[in-house]
């Protein structure tokens, strides 16, 4: 049984709280990159670049015969070890032995890749990227893998970036009823293994701070259902639990108009990083589930650093929909998105169910 914790907070406590998130919100309103767009920016910024699928193609034309058995699979290649290897999302893996940026690759299949990747990011969000990539494999290519699973350009493909912090997919669709081809992940060590608990560093910790933000508009009987004392779910666990499944948190169809508004902004800053077709897609899955309104919102109190009752650890979670901040040591940020619970999953089988 999942224990909640007694919420009260002292006046003076709540003023701290508030004070630090205003700070930190104007803080991080005031880097170079822009954290909310509105649509036609989104829409404008993604016409001005190529398809990254298109140039998948152009990739894996490129490649010579012993690259593709290296680099290229079947649609559903199974790894001996790994299983079902297109969909495996791990915190710190390649997906295959080459790195990019190595002489396996020529210079212009390295840029083909960073193109790609380019091009499966929004505009705005490069500068940041680039930094995660400089933190955590000392810039883009090092220590970075890819995989292209089917022939691009026929009715299944897709291109897998893996390496530590990071996980992404470029599918052109292909792969049914799942946004962002399947599930992804985003991370990003600040200053350290250890972070701070106002993580200063860190590109991906604003997200947090919009979060506990919703968390402080919660009336006291609001708070003590969604926060966990114990019970927090390992953070590979991001399996769907279907329309049947027992969330964690606060059901969205109790929040009020002004909470259910701040979350729609949340949802809109966690999509931001990525390209206008993805959030479509984002969107058009979460619609087909219920929407928002078939969610839970959870904090965990688990992992909250400095004890400063900033969550560090959130999760937002409907039928098909999980999207898992976690924020101790540092920031790990696990998603898995579909129109229905169906799609298989193979992320740390042994303890995933979907």
Not at 126 to 154: M, Y
Not at 258 to 275: G, T, V, Y
Request: hydrophobic content about 35%; overall charge negative; proline content about 5%.
């Amino acid at each position: 049984m999942v224990e909640k914790l007694d919420t009260f907070v002292t006046p003076s406590s709540v003023e701290l709280r508030r004070n630090f998130l205003k700070q930190a919100g104007a803080l991080a309103l005031a880097t170079p990159v822009a954290l909310t767009l509105d649509l036609p920016t989104l829409v404008g910024a993604d016409k001005k670049q190529k398809h990254p699928e298109t140039l998948v193609s152009v990739l894996y034309d490129s490649l010579t015969e012993k690259q593709k058995s290296e680099v290229c699979f079947s649609w559903d290649h199974v790894d001996k070890t790994r299983g079902l290897l297109r969909t495996r999302i791990e915190n710190n893996w390649k997906i295959t032995k080459p790195s990019i940026k190595s002489s396996f690759f020529t210079s212009e299949q390295q840029q083909l890749a960073l193109d790609i990747f380019r091009g499966m990011t929004h505009p705005d969000w490069h500068t940041r990227f680039d930094q995660q990539l400089k933190d955590d494999v000392g810039g883009f290519g090092k220590n970075q893998s890819i995989a292209i699973f089917g022939k691009p350009g026929s009715k299944q493909f897709e291109f897998v970036l893996a390496s530590r912090h990071m996980t992404l997919r470029c599918d052109g669709n292909s792969a049914e009823h799942v946004a962002f081809g399947g599930p992804i992940l985003y991370a990003h060590e600040g200053e350290g293994l250890y972070e701070e608990a106002h993580h200063p560093s860190n590109v991906f910790w604003h997200q947090a701070i919009e979060a506990n933000k919703l968390y402080d508009m919660f009336s006291g009987k609001q708070r003590e259902q969604a926060l966990v004392v114990r019970g927090m779910p390992s953070e590979e666990f991001v399996g769907f639990r279907g329309a049947a499944g027992k969330f964690d948190g606060l059901p969205v169809t109790e929040f009020s108009p002004d909470q259910k508004k701040h979350l729609q902004s949340i949802l809109k800053l966690l999509l931001e990083p990525f390209r206008q077709s993805d959030q479509d897609e984002v969107t058009q899955c979460l619609k087909q589930q219920g929407g928002l309104d078939a969610c839970h919102l959870a904090f965990y109190k688990e992992g909250d650093l400095g004890e400063d009752r900033i969550w560090d650890n959130w999760r937002l979670e409907g039928p098909s929909f999980v999207w898992y901040f976690r924020g101790d040591p540092h920031v790990h940020v696990w998603v898995n998105i579909a129109n229905r619970p169906k799609p298989t999953l193979n992320a740390y089988q042994n303890s995933i169910g979907v």
